[in-house]
């Protein structure tokens, strides 16, 4: 089935370091992704919407100087928080929906850690 | 997308069959029940989805009723892998994200 990758899977970095995390569809093409974070013990949260081609759509109350979206290709976008802060440690997952499919089923990455000290 | 109410938590014994039950009331006619599960520290896992038909994969059966305003996830034989939050969540089968709530937690003890 179709599969999405991120990378790095855990990732720590110093507060006021820049941090990115690479999301990919391997076997598919994607013109949208999207980007979740999940605090501990809480559930998914939709940050922002990822096209190909132009420019992101960010979710309320998610900035978006501080996390910088790039979809450049069909099979790549890039989240990199910017400045990180201990208070953006969480774990991000990215998700795409296969564009050529039937099934509607959107695709997750196995996510990225991030810890910032 | 239409809400979801889930039990926050539920218990079953390996080996039997565990029942997940879902309430969306206020689905609209084109939006599809989709079932996620997330395992600790992994990215959510797609189990199944429906429109209006009982579904069934390798991994689990889709049971939604006749009005569609809530429907059960059935795993067959549950087994300690299948420990883990479980998401259901009523969308349209478009280009939008999937909005997730905070599902059910099932524990499978031996």
């Known amino acids: 089935g179709a599969v999405v990758s991120q990378h790095p899977s855990r990732v720590i970095c110093k507060s006021g370091t820049s941090v990115k995390i690479e999301c990919r569809s391997l076997d598919f093409q994607a013109t949208t992704m999207f980007w979740y974070r999940q605090f501990p013990k809480q559930s998914l949260m939709l940050m922002a919407t990822s096209n190909e081609g132009s420019k992101a759509t960010y979710e309320q109350g998610v900035e978006k100087d501080k996390f910088l979206i790039n979809h450049a290709s069909l099979t790549l976008s890039t989240l990199t928080v910017t400045s990180a802060h201990p208070e953006d440690s969480s774990f991000y997952i990215c998700?795409?929906?296969?564009?050529?499919?039937?099934?509607?089923?959107?695709?997750f990455g196995e996510g990225s850690r991030l810890t910032v000290l | 997308d239409a809400k979801t109410t889930q039990p926050p938590s539920m218990d079953c014994a390996e080996g039997r069959a565990a029942n997940l039950p879902c309430n969306h009331s206020?689905?609209?006619?084109?939006?599809?029940v989709y079932w996620y599960r997330q395992i600790h520290s992994q990215g959510p896992q797609y189990i199944i989805h429906g429109l209006k038909n009982n579904e069934t994969n390798e991994m689990a059966s889709l049971i939604i009723t006749e009005d569609r305003k809530s429907s059960t996830l059935i795993l067959p034989h549950a087994t300690l892998r299948d420990t883990a939050v479980y998401y259901c969540i009523v969308s349209s089968n478009s280009g939008y994200a999937l909005n997730f709530g905070k599902g059910t937690s099932l524990l499978v003890t031996p």
């Open positions: 206020t689905i609209s006619g084109n939006e599809y």
């Open positions: 998700s795409a929906r296969d564009a050529g499919g039937r099934t509607g089923e959107l695709f």
